[in-house]
């Protein structure tokens, strides 16, 4: 740990030179500078140790970082030594994994950060929240498996094989659990367990199984990515009960979670549509931009994804210190936006300025198309930051129904703007997230700032009505309306992501094109009004489809008249959208009187052409 603090220290040391500017102007500079130096070197080490916030959120940040660059290195020997088949069906997996750790989490993860550190039984509170989320992630990996005949036909071989099945439903377990261990270190302020369980032992532990599983299949590939999860979930038990002395035990294991169960359901919903765009949006630019198109948004965002771990470190760790018992909640509030101000502003300016030459790395392609893009990406850090904060502040003062509507905002505003300013290209995509960014955090901010015009109401809140451990449950009538809000949200972006469900909302709310089919003679003033009967006359006429596809038409030529009917002709075709078939036959008329009705008709269409002609004799 302290190797890594001083790596830390020295990449973020700008962050204390104002606070030593004095030290340092105080001291003269001559024979002893060195060891002046080395005494502000460890004044800043020292500071750095006394400073939770500001050193869990560079051990989160370093965290991420680790991971990313093991993650990318996993995907480049998975790519040479795994075929493309291979490594298709097992990205499905493991997204599969990803996505049902997160929703198993049931809101454990902010509920740990948030009364952990206050919680008056805390081995019986880790024991029935890992419990919880172990079974959860397990029972969802068990649908999951049953379900991939149907949603996943691709993978459905996990489900033919019990082996293959019990596995996936382990790791998925296993993923969900290393997922909430995470907050568990930061609620007890020792994020660097963050860092070496998630970004050392994870990262290499993956890397290693992706060499060690050659020759496995898709599913041993899966094994190697769910396999650093795995490990990082042990390592983070056995952490768990060494450094910070938990004691699982049994005794009332869900008692004690009953009193949080409101606050975990509020925020387990704010996070589920707080995850929606990420998962929506990727969607959103493949359907109406392409693949290409859909490849370039993938990389900028991940590369932006970068920056916005600042802002989620500093959440985190924002959120943990306010739950400590003996906080100064006035000066932590103004030290965690100094906190957010200096490492996301300057990251959002580099990331800024140097985007062109970050895509380069992936190709001319991505620099050439992706640019304007991870710019506006990187423009996006700031409201997202803001909107992180408001919702850290929310959490804090128990504003339980203000976090489910702005995370409701939040979600609907980026992806129905990545739905409507697509057609305008991958920078109007992209420009969902800030102006998303900015309506949450607009929708967050109201009941903030109401609290905050009057910071000695806002204490009193958090210190009286809001205690730090809710000893009994609230009472009172239940307002329904925001979980029902959020999963009528959540059924729409679902919609949105399957194309039954985008024609449907097409079909509602945008002005459809006519379907028809179009049957006219050619040339109608040439046609004769009298003939000699059994003469030739010769008949032009045209079928248009514009039925949207293509369409198999046939006519029948027919002449009636006396009480008799006879036909004169027919053919079929099929004709493509937009598309026009032009006929031209030659009949004799004889009907047994007159006038003869000469008809067009389209058998199985409704559309019908006719004319009437005058028959005599010689």
Known sequence: MDLWLKAVTVSFAAWKCRQLSEGLSARPLGLFGLVSAERNWRELQERLRADHMVRNSLYLILSSGLQAALGFAFWIIAARLFTTADVGRASSLIAATTVIAYVALLGMNSTFVRYLPTAPDRDAMLTAGLLLVAVSGAGVGLLYVLLTPVIAPRVAFVEHQPAL??????????????????SVFIAERKAGYNALVDGVIGGITKVASAVILVGAGAYGLFCASAAGSAAAALASMLLMTGALRWRPTLRKPFGTLLPLLRFSGATYIGNVLNLLPILVVPLIALDRLGAS??????????????LYAAAYAVEQTFLAEGSQADVNWRELVRRSLRVLITLCLPACLVLFVAARWLLLAFGSNYSQHGTAALMVLAVAVIPLAANCWLQTVLRLSGWLRAIVVSNCVYAVAI????????????????????????????????????????????????????????????????????????????????????????????LSLFRQPTRYTALSFNQAQDLPATTIMGKAIRISFSVGNQEGHAVGYRYVLSASGGGSSLVLGESARTVAAGATWKVSAVVRPTCDGSPCRIEVTLPGH?????FLVMLRAQ
């Open 165 to 182: 099945a019990v596995g996936f439903i382990f790791l998925t377990a296993a993923g969900a659990v290393n997922l909430v261990t995470d």
């Open 606 to 610: 409704p559309e019908e052409i006719d």
């Open 293 to 306: 198109a859909a490849a370039y948004y993938f990389v900028a965002f991940q590369i932006a994804n970068l």
């Open 415 to 506: 992806c129905g703007l990545a739905w409507f300013l697509a057609p305008h290209g991958l920078t109007g995509l992209a420009a969902a997230w800030p102006i998303g960014g900015l309506l949450g955090a607009a929708a967050a901010g109201v009941p903030v700032t109401s609290q905050l015009r009057d910071r000695s109401a806002l204490l009193l809140r958090h210190r009286r009505k809001r205690p730090s451990w809710p000893l009994r449950r609230e009472t009172g009538r239940r307002r329904w309306w925001p979980a029902l809000t959020a999963l009528a949200i959540m059924a729409v972006g679902v919609s949105l992501v399957l194309p039954a469900g985008r024609h449907q909302w097409a």
